[in-house]
């Protein structure tokens, strides 16, 4: 976890002591269970919680002797606790907390980002309506294409943010699972129905079959959409940056007063929030193999898998936290320069309406193949030589001053484009 | 692709006559739409249909001169069309057609991939239950844990299938998907309703809000679940080679006849073909980065993903498909070994029996702690002596000739298995 | 291998047939070891050249059979030989022969690549010699920085080819090994001696410590190495882009007579070269996490790697010649718009100047943080105001007309060009 | 960074306090330069390094208001200064120190590996050394092979960590490297001269050309090799997890008084070592891509390498640290047990020694293809009904009581290990 990138509540959530708490969570909601159901005289559940005892420090110095972290908090958990200690991980393995813990762990986490992304791509779909009729030039390949909306793009990174949303939901669904079924996931030394009261205290399913652990497909599939995410994010970074090189300059990410750009230059006024987003989705990205590696275990499991996500899970849920919360704020904030985008328009000389007059020969009879070379070629001579297309177009084509204009225009770009925003009532 | 792991029908999928055809079949959807909504005249379909000409030799020729695919294919397609040529690629852009035709070749390989896994699952939860009731050890870390059912393990596998077919309807019915809206996505010169209706004669849905091209998330999430159906064929494909080697020896590998191990050692009976399935599935999850990285195309699109996507949509389909194939045979032809795993059960001299020793002295009265001290000391003797633990655990303990042959018994840890096959039926 | 990105002589080189002759000149050469040690009898070596047969559809026939590729190979090879036979293969096991002949392919492929990226070398050096006293504007963030040499790009990329090529070269020399130490690499059946001899004639040298195979982390060091090629390539693929940007426009990606950029925009140029070599480097880089796995085998040997290479091998190297050939002639030919270089310098109206006033005013007597402030002031009202930043700078600090002057000459900033350009003689 | 795995001294290596220190060292050598260079006034360094204020608390505080953490740390370090203030960071840029203290933060991390690289190749010399004689059994696709040396495992290994130091060294010796040429890489407003020599007080050499920071690729190649590194160990950590199987139980990682292996079996010792190595190499070979992402950035630099590096660095050195110091004790304390290895080699019945057979009846006058045949046919016979090979040899060929008992010799497959063993001397 990089401490300046680790926002709360998500920064505590994969903290030590949150972490035993939650296996302590575990552990009590199976003893309820026991309770429940007439295995543990009444009261056992009460008292466990009451008398159980969590200590980070004493945990860890205790994991030095035995060498095992849930040994080690077990030890200290139940150290001031009487008879009902007995029923304190009876039946159960470490994975079986462990796994259960990370679910809930998983579940919160997820939870959180969704409630964010909502925010996002509440504040997106606004943009795009506030910018729908607002032309912009259309880049494809990075040069200049055909007019288009300015709002289209909010749109777009809106659509991309509500499949997320569903995709997330999808795997979420899938991690709200437990698993304490035991050493092997057979439920040698403990029955499914404990296993099923239990988990719902924690409002988790059973895994339908496990061995030692939960398979690790469930978790990966998680990670992936988290990497589908963090590229969304990415994909608005670079729009931004792009947009805002100075050449362009049709927004700007918004800049603190008194920030500084520069140490050197004091004019500078750069992306850097983008730019962060940028890495911090290679960072996510890079992630997705470790997590599709982590399914193969061997047999009824190995524990490679562990160590891998002691960095995984802390680290792709407080960045990608951080990530949908800074970009709330940059596409609210976002610098908009509506002068420059009209300009950047007409800096081709009318060439961006090239379609338009194909399409007009080919209205008026020619064929589609020689109204292109025809106008590919007044079309190449323009761009050379800087000259208006528009001047061109009218001296070598016998169309109307109404056709002119009908066709250098930019609204015309724009005259589907409600019914686009019509599917996102 | 690799020739070598190329089968039907995927290899022909992705001929380049395929793809001509392909994108021949979405350019014709387009035309009959225009004559379905009065805009083309009647007749300009079956025209097309008829007169379109399709010659892989003559377009690759054109394309040299072009450098641009879809423009050589459009000038080959039409070279012997009449009137009906004007309606032939008109309003669109490239990516219309690469892109809607891209779609549909996925979805075509998707289901057929789904096709196969089905059986697959079906064939491994007949393994499930075929072999419910034999026991054999759970290896936790390699190493001994608990017995348990044999047939577990094929469930637990048909589980993770099931878990993948879901997953990838749900990313195939987002790939569902066609896009015909022009140069930047905007409609400018085609409407809505052409696209709509273009569409649903190929079973697609128009994308909701589109670039040129459709949003590479919808494609990469697809090849995010790839990787999962890939990894899971792994996972069994590392278990199996665990489970034939020699020391171990209880399944096998189907061998045939003539077949031969080894240049070098006549008596050698490899599993290559679930080795071969392993390095298979690094192939598809290294794609994994790449289709992600393809999400963040600059501006309205750059055509970066392109060079990618020819690589990456034949070498994953085919391949997950040849693995998908293969893996059929492998379980269905799989041979097993009951007498080794039974034999295997017992060479720890009981000591996979310990944790009921443990839970039995906690019945008794003992705490957890102190029952765990005791019974891992003289386990920790007998597995280095190599001597009995059970008759160590007679003689150390106040137990009954009764107590004993139950907690020995490995048949009492499949006392909960039928439990979790009924999640199944 | 995608078919439109193998050139000659690399497609070849991947062929079967070329597969085959490696390694029967692997074999041959051993034959030919044993000879020259009077193992074999004199002429053994010429007789087996002689007779050897080698058919590539024989072979896979009788690779169907055995299920066995080398072991058809042999057979097939020696089928119409007599005595000699008895020494062909004589000692060896399948992998001495597939993995020395990997190594020759691998080596010949990276020679090719040398070769043609020390060609791309002198070309980026000749152009940045041509354009090193062209000013250009710096950019960093995507904002315009400080004025620089237009030669200096190309010199950084030269830079970072050579030291590609020096890497390449020592992950070369680390893979110019062959191993033929039998089915353990313990030399049970071949004397050590037999082995050097017959990787002389290939120019190899023996693996020092092998198992049944050449360890795998000397190939995954190779591709490591491929995939910073490509990532230098891309590097300059992408600021290639950036620079034919429509706004920007400083360079323009060659373009053919004929060339057409869009079905739809007759007006269109774009620079889908460099758009393809970021894809393909993307497709290279995505192999470094498969070499590594590969490097991780089971015991003396695993064949998982075998499958990942069948892909990874003619994949990358055919890719990454494409790449660097098609890269010369992009640099050679790139079509470069000085007079738009020189306009970008200036459309921030003199900013970029604003670290020279800045030292100006700290040689002044101001500290760095009162001339920070100041000079940022009036740096941020110009550039929301549009206004020139010289004129501010002359109203606002008590400097001479002849101290303006020099503040605001690109020239200074390339003062010190010459002394970087000297470390490249 | 996960705290549990970070071991002095890398941990602090990467603290805030460290970082400021460094970029402190690197200020210091400048203004040092500055005075020896007689640009500054004799005593300006020690005026400058004596008054430096360096306040980790301060720095994120200003952090807070400028945006800028190199802007924070200047305005902190000097606000103690009087006149010498003017010389620090004069002429410089953020980078020229970010990237100067980043290289000597990585050098002296790479440093402190490969140190402990060294002691762990001379262990694993000392191990294959000591277990040179012993025979074991040669295991290929998980199947018994050959007998073969035991000590050959561990003289693998040192051989490739020999080269991993080698490479390690090469890497190093690129990264060696500092940058003090300002904003756009052009030395505008500092002398050539000056980054000579203030590099040369930190043991750097000017990078020959940069852009606003020092090239990506340099950094990458060094993740590259780091990623070789972890899967060397793993590749380790991987062979002790399969020797240390139930059924194979040749060797046992370590296992220290008190531990427990298992909250609910007391019997089990894991190689959970062995396992977490595995997962962490995972982690490290997941930073190579996004390792070369970073290689690509925008015109003289964009600074989305810095919010990956802020991860990738500190996770990479410490972990990779904590492996190669866990490994040392891995290999040196192993529990090793001959009379497993010896006693796996004949669990086949002596089908190993098939390969000798089969030369044998080459050398007697079969060609190897009737040798092959009879031999495999026997071989699986043996192999399905459990009976003994030798005996089977026996009957079946004309071979004398000598020459079995030749073939049938363990050690005869250890006659040339000497010969592999000398070239490490």
């Known amino acids: 976890m990089v401490e300046r990138y680790a926002l709360e509540p998500l920064k505590s959530l994969w903290s030590l002591k949150s972490q035993y708490e939650r296996w302590l969570e575990v552990e009590l909601s199976v003893i309820r269970a026991y309770e429940e159901l007439k295995i543990a005289p009444k009261g056992t559940y009460e008292k466990a919680k009451k008398n159980a005892y969590i200590n980070v420090d004493k945990i860890l110095e205790v994991e030095k002797v035995v060498d095992h972290d849930v040994i080690a908090f077990i030890k200290v958990a139940t ?57 912009t030039i259309g880049r494809t390949h990075g040069v200049h294409a055909e007019p288009t909306s300015f709002g289209l793009k909010f749109l777009s990174w809106h659509a991309e943010i509500e499949r997320n949303i569903k995709r997330l939901e999808f795997a979420m669904k899938e991690i709200s699972i437990g698993k304490l079924s035991g050493a092997v996931g057979n439920y040698a030394n403990i029955d499914p129905e404990i296993e099923k009261l239990a988990l719902s205290f924690l409002s988790l ?146 060439l961006v309406y090239s379609q338009r007059v194909l399409l007009k020969l080919v209205e008026k009879g020619l064929t589609r193949e020689e109204a292109y070379k025809k106008v590919q070629e007044i079309a190449l001579y323009c761009w050379e030589n800087k000259t208006s297309f528009k001047d061109a177009v009218k001296k070598k084509f016998n169309l109307t001053e109404d056709e002119i204009k009908e066709i250098f225009d930019p609204k015309y770009y724009l005259r589907n484009v409600n019914k686009i925003f019509k599917r996102f009532q």
Chains 1, 2, 3, 4 share one sequence.
Request: overall charge neutral; hydrophobic content about 40%.
């Open 79 to 135: 150290s001031k606790m009487g008879e009902e200690a007995k029923f304190f991980h009876f039946g159960l393995t470490s994975s079986d907390i462990v796994d259960t813990a990370n679910s809930l762990a998983l579940v919160r986490a997820t939870k959180l980002i969704i409630e964010e992304l909502k925010k996002l791509s509440e504040i997106l779909l606004t943009k795009a309506l506030n910018f729908k009729d607002l032309p």
């Open 205 to 350: 399913k059973p895994t339908k079959v496990a061995t030692q652990v939960i398979p690790r497909d469930v978790h990966a599939f998680l990670i992936e959409v988290f990497a589908l995410v963090a590229s969304a994010i990415e994909r608005m970074a670079v729009e931004i940056r792009h947009l805002q090189k100075t050449e362009t300059l049709e927004v700007q990410e918004p800049f603190k007063k008194g920030q500084r750009g520069s140490s050197a230059m004091p004019h500078k006024k750069n992306p850097i929030l983008c730019e962060r987003l940028t890495g911090m989705s290679r960072i996510i990205r890079s992630y997705v193999n470790a997590a599709l590696e982590n399914i193969v275990l061997w047999h009824e499991r190995d524990i490679s898998h562990s160590s891998v996500e002691r960095y995984m899970f802390p680290d792709l849920t407080t960045t990608l936290y951080y990530m949908v919360i800074k970009t709330q704020k940059l596409i609210e904030d976002l610098v908009i320069y509506p002068e420059n985008i009209q300009k950047n328009i007409e800096i081709t000389n009318g």
